[in-house]
């Protein structure tokens, strides 16, 4: 298998490199420092897989890069290498097309391992990659399910009760809902404990509070 190594880094490129070569099922192509290097090797050697540093000229042209990558090349396995593990660079460089993500700080063997099972169409992700993108599944499971709760919560109070809590959502006082609504502040009061009763809040506080964290203010007419 044909691999292009890209790191800005000299003596790291060299470090993978001598790895490499070692291997009788990989021939290294090449190597390249940045952007116009990049983009000129593959064009020259058509590699089977690219070793991608993340920051080369900038802090994300690796990320940058990937989509021109694999429209010159659709084939290519791409691995992004790099130090970072942060979850929303993760998140830009798989969704940016990159086919594996390991972290430097891996041994040799596992980085090899690891291209070595991309160049086969296996799936990997380092492991604290996948912890962080479960940590965002997991996140945004929770948080779709807190929105649901909530505007089925909503939606189960009467239209006048779903509008005073829209007003008291938007800052209004008990007092100017009342005047608003063109009732007595005794109506609004017996309202407000009505909605708490429903929705099973200690407070109105409470429940704004929940509205604003789910998103469930979606559903207020407006």
Do not use: W
């Amino acid at each position: 298998m044909k691999l292009l190594i890209c790191d800005d880094i000299k003596y790291m490129c060299v470090c993978f490199q001598d790895a490499f070569e070692e291997l009788d099922d990989f021939t290294v192509v090449g190597l390249a420092h940045n952007r116009e290097e990049v983009l000129r090797k593959v064009r020259e050697t058509s590699p089977d897989v690219i070793l991608l540093d993340i920051q080369m000229d900038g802090a994300t042209t690796g990320i940058e890069l990937i989509p021109r990558l694999k429209a010159l090349l659709p084939q290519c396995k791409i691995v992004i290498l790099t130090v970072h593990d942060e979850r929303n660079i993760v998140f830009s460089a798989i969704e940016a097309g990159a086919d594996n993500y390991v972290l430097k700080t891996k041994d040799m063997a596992e980085i090899i391992q690891v291209v070595r099972d991309t160049c086969r169409g296996k799936v990997y992700y380092d492991g604290a990659v996948v912890r962080k993108i479960v940590d965002e599944i997991s996140a945004i499971g929770t948080q779709q399910s807190s929105l649901l709760y909530m505007i089925d919560l909503l939606t189960s109070l009467s239209r006048s009760e779903r509008e005073i809590v829209k007003l008291m959502y938007d800052g209004k006082s008990k007092r100017e809902i009342a005047r608003i609504r063109s009732v007595e502040e005794s109506t609004v009061r017996s309202q407000i404990t009505n909605i708490l009763q429903k929705t099973r809040k200690r407070s109105m506080q409470a429940l704004l509070d929940e509205i604003r964290i789910s998103g469930a203010y979606i559903c207020f007419d407006r």
